[in-house]
């Protein structure tokens, strides 16, 4: 990612219901098709206490963003709760 490019990005909130993941694939498809890169990025800082609703968020959001032509979804501030529970999934080595 270049820094003076920033990515198009969504911010995880806490508590996240499933109520708010189409809220955010639609933010981050709209941030991408502003975007001066092609770069997604999804800050999970916020995520106190991941559960699978939070994998359920994170993959539709890697999808959305490769659907809207960027290579992956970068997630920062992953907490190493939620960490764990992508590499239990078997997510966790497919988002960088």
């Known amino acids: 990612m270049n820094p003076e ?3 198009a990005a969504v911010v995880l909130p806490d ?3 499933r109520a ?5 694939c639609t933010e981050l498809a709209a941030a991408l098709t502003t975007s001066p890169t092609p770069e997604a990025a999804c800050d999970a800082s916020a995520v106190a ?7 359920e968020a994170i993959a539709r959001l890697s999808l959305t963003a490769r659907r809207a032509g960027a290579p992956s979804l970068r997630l920062h501030g992953t907490p190493p709760e939620l960490r764990a529970l992508l590499d239990l999934v078997g997510l966790g080595e497919t988002l960088t």
């Open 15 to 17: 508590p996240l219901t």
């Open 5 to 7: 490019q920033p990515a």
């Open 20 to 24: 708010d993941v189409p809220r955010l």
């Open 49 to 55: 206490h991941p559960d699978l609703t939070t994998i």
